[in-house]
């Protein structure tokens, strides 16, 4: 069986949460970029990419939480914000779920970030 490449509109609305993850984006808005209903647009992704479009994004948010944990001194309910997530509770339910550890224990298993330059970007 051959491989066959994503629809167009499929990778329009994966590249949406790629680069707005961090804003409020949701479902509704990548099924919005590809075109279809939200149901359609949920059952192609996820046959596409092996993923429903919000543990997708989900994904992404954790992905560069942990990346911001690891590399910056801001408490954990700013990074939670940061990356486009509201609860913090669910942004430690899911970051433990995804990584093992909960965020400050994350942080905890990296050197602390105290040295770097890296700032949160100003939000509006």
């Given amino acids: 069986m051959a491989f066959v490449p994503p629809a167009r509109h499929l ?4 590249d949406l ?14 099924a ?13 992704f996820r046959c596409a ?3 429903s479009p919000h543990g997708y994004l989900l994904t992404r ?10 590399t910056i001194d801001n408490s954990v309910a700013e990074i939670c914000m940061a990356v486009g ?6 942004f430690t339910t899911s970051f433990k779920r995804t990584f093992d550890k909960t965020p400050t224990e994350y942080r905890a298993s990296f050197p602390p970030a105290a040295l770097t330059q890296v700032k949160l970007p100003a939000t509006a």
């Fill in 85 to 90: 997530l509201s609860s913090v509770g669910s």
């Fill in 17 to 30: 949460a790629d680069a707005r993850f961090a804003e409020p984006l949701d479902v509704d808005d990548l």
């Fill in 61 to 70: 948010r954790l992905e560069r939480a942990a990346a911001l944990l690891r």
């Fill in 32 to 44: 919005r970029a590809a075109g279809l209903s939200r149901a359609h647009f949920s059952r192609e």
């Fill in 49 to 51: 990419f092996g993923v």
């Fill in 11 to 14: 990778l329009r609305a994966r």
